[in-house]
């Protein structure tokens, strides 16, 4: 069985972000073939939207978050714990993708990938000496299955928004768990468990990225603001609505709104951004999208 696998809790525009997500695949392939698995704290914020297909809810109560972000409460280690629990309660090929990402192609090509034993992340960001956020882990040693590793300059970032793997990825994601926290001991950041889980991958065999089939998001915030409109729109109740506002708002095409209105608005667009001046979404019109 394919599985797509989302931690989505806390908020409703990372519930929103999910249910983007789901939609925005389910208008590209056939869904009879995959089944979803919804980490969350409130699984009715998506049962009035997802009723059509196939999805699991495991149910994260402030207990189970507690523990999973460990003595540091490091919100982030709970994405591992994700990857690890769902292995322990499913057999067959996994993705896992953040709230924020949006499907571009068809993913059964990918899934025929995982299958076959290739591990997938979102895609790989740059080697290890040309982060600065990373710069305190270059030269690094820590220890792997108490074997001292150094993180030399060759070492390469991917980014965590989408991880694909099977149940024999198991020993990794102990390994990416452990290394998580030694690794907090030393340098408490947002990006170590995504350092973790890509060394860890890595060494073990080589690294496939996602991007061209899914778009990661995260630098388009003020997305949320439609999400909101969208999701609590009476048009939202009726899923061939929602399919059509999602095949017409592709987030891809906001963030190069965003980077030109950041780039290349000269001294005008700089001397604003001194100012506090932020980049905006064009009001959504979303009667003018259902072509009403």
Wanted: hydrophobic share 40%; glycine share 4%; aromatic share 14%.
């Amino acid at each position: 069985m394919n599985y797509i696998v989302y931690l989505s809790h806390s908020s409703k525009d990372i519930y929103y972000e999910a249910l983007y997500s789901i939609y925005s695949l389910a208008i590209r392939q056939d869904l009879r073939d995959v089944s979803f698995i919804i980490y969350t704290d409130d699984s009715t914020a998506f049962q009035k939207y997802l009723g059509h297909l196939q999805v699991h809810y495991e149910t994260m109560t402030p207990e189970i978050m507690r523990e999973w972000r460990g003595k540091h409460n490091f919100v982030h280690r709970a994405k591992v714990r994700t990857l690890q629990d769902v292995l322990t309660k499913y057999t067959g090929n996994f993705l896992f993708l953040d709230s924020d990402t949006y499907a571009q192609q068809n993913l059964a090509p990918i899934f025929n990938r995982i299958q076959a034993g290739e591990l997938f992340m979102d895609r790989m960001e740059k080697h290890l000496d040309r982060s600065k956020i990373y710069k305190p882990l270059l030269n690094h040693t820590a220890t792997i299955d108490g074997v001292p590793v150094t993180f030399t300059e060759e070492v390469e970032i991917w980014n965590t928004g989408a991880v694909g793997y099977t149940n024999a990825a198991a020993p990794l994601l102990e390994k990416s768990l452990a290394l998580t926290d030694q690794l907090l001991d030393y340098y408490i950041r947002h990006i170590i468990e995504q350092f973790a889980i890509s060394y860890t991958f890595q060494r073990d065999r080589r690294l496939n990225p996602l991007d061209a089939y899914v778009f990661h998001y995260w630098n388009v915030k003020e997305f949320r603001g439609y999400l909101r409109q969208i999701f609590e729109h009476p048009a939202a109740e009726d899923r061939q609505s929602l399919e059509t506002i999602v095949r017409k708002i592709d987030p891809s095409v906001l963030l190069k709104q965003k980077l030109d209105w950041k780039y290349n608005g000269g001294i005008v667009r700089a001397i604003e951004r001194m100012f506090g001046k932020k980049f905006a979404l064009t009001p959504l019109k979303i009667e003018e999208l259902l072509g009403a």
